[in-house]
């Protein structure tokens, strides 16, 4: 393995844990019973949300522009 694919496995690593840590918007009993969502709310994100959903959004682009790198 070279350094790029060790650098790829932390910020994948990095990456599943942003996921988990997000809190769920929608109920799960809700997607199994065909109840409406209320996932596209008109609430806005902040503090400690917003931080995780931009860092989320920056780890996943940075794991995207890494897979590419590794495949040439």
Avoid: C, P, W
């Avoid at 902040?46 to 590419?68: D, H, N, P, Q, Y």
Wanted: no cysteine; net charge negative.
């Amino acid at each position: 393995m070279t350094a790029i694919d060790y650098v790829l496995l932390l910020v994948a690593v990095l990456l599943i844990t942003l996921v988990v840590i997000q809190s769920s918007k929608d109920n799960a009993a809700n997607a199994f019973s065909g109840e409406k969502s209320e996932l596209f709310s008109h609430s806005k994100e902040r503090g400690f949300e917003l931080f995780l959903s931009r860092a989320t959004l920056t780890v996943s682009v940075l794991f995207i522009a890494l897979a590419i790198i590794a495949m040439i």
